[in-house]
């Protein structure tokens, strides 16, 4: 190799080393954050009633309002995607700075993300189809019926490690209907968003006989993602939640 083609190598290399250092240190592409959430609404949903969403302008919902404002007092950059809840809940499992919400916070789950909030509350609710005359005192009283629910998500899941039998779908939007025609005996929801997903199937009347475990929802983030980012997104929740937007979310939404 040529003197010169040594020199144009050599220089090249250090162009290409310092745009990299001037994207690392003003947060680029390395630091931007990719935030996934589903249709669970009141919690999170598509404003158009789509499937899946692109953009975080076509996303409503009690969680979704709770990050947004959270990321407006932050200088970080992001993206929040609408998806199933399978799809979103890998990726923050397995990529860095790739986050999911609202995801209920439990032991199990604890050491698998870092976490930001609580940023709500559900209540756990079986549901019945209209008309029923069943009454339970207990979780227990269910054993031996077919529980309608979807996979990965952690009513389910809870159920079927205690030994319920659950039907498991990609979506928990048609568990409404599949109530309503006796495909399965109850469906487990949240006592909000249960009436929601209800409503969307023209399913009416559907009772709640039962509710337990009030959990909070969180967003969970990668293991991998840094602890400037965590502390920049904590400090994002503490400033709506002093500045009284937080409480007016809330308030929106009727809790």
């Known amino acids: 190799m040529r003197v010169s083609e040594r020199k144009g190598v050599r220089h090249l290399a250090l162009v ?10 003003l947060g680029y592409a390395s630091d931007k954050l990719y935030l996934y959430t589903e249709n669970f609404p009141p919690y999170n949903m598509s404003s158009s009633g789509r499937a899946f969403e692109h953009n975080a302008n076509s996303i409503d919902g009690i969680c979704t ?10 200088d970080l950059d992001y993206v929040i995607k609408l998806r199933n809840w399978d799809y979103g809940y890998n990726r923050a499992l397995n990529k860095s700075n790739h986050g999911v919400f609202c995801t209920t916070f439990t032991e199990e789950r604890e050491h698998l993300f870092k976490w930001v909030g609580p940023l709500t509350k559900n209540l756990w609710t079986i549901f019945a189809a209209s008309g029923t005359d069943l009454k339970i005192d207990k979780l227990e009283d269910t054993k031996g019926m077919v529980y309608a629910g979807y996979r990965n998500d952690v ?4 159920l079927l490690d205690r030994g319920y039998k659950v039907s498991a779908m990609e979506s928990d939007d ?3 209907k599949r109530l309503e025609l006796g495909q399965v005996d109850l469906w487990i929801a949240d006592r909000l968003a249960g009436p929601y997903f209800a409503s969307q199937q023209d399913v009416e009347g559907l009772e709640p006989i039962f509710s337990f475990n ?4 969180y967003l969970a983030m990668n293991l991998d993602t840094s602890e ?10 503490k400033e709506i939640r002093s500045n009284g937007m937080y409480e007016a979310i809330e308030t929106k939404y009727g809790l």
């Open 16 to 25: 290409v080393a310092f745009l990299g250092s001037m994207a690392s240190g």
């Open 65 to 74: 309002e709770m990050v947004k404002a959270i990321l407006q007092n932050t």
């Open 155 to 158: 009513m389910t899941t809870y």
């Open 174 to 176: 048609i568990n409404p």
């Open 214 to 217: 009030d959990t909070e929802l």
């Open 228 to 237: 400037e980012i965590m502390q920049k997104l904590q400090e994002g929740l």
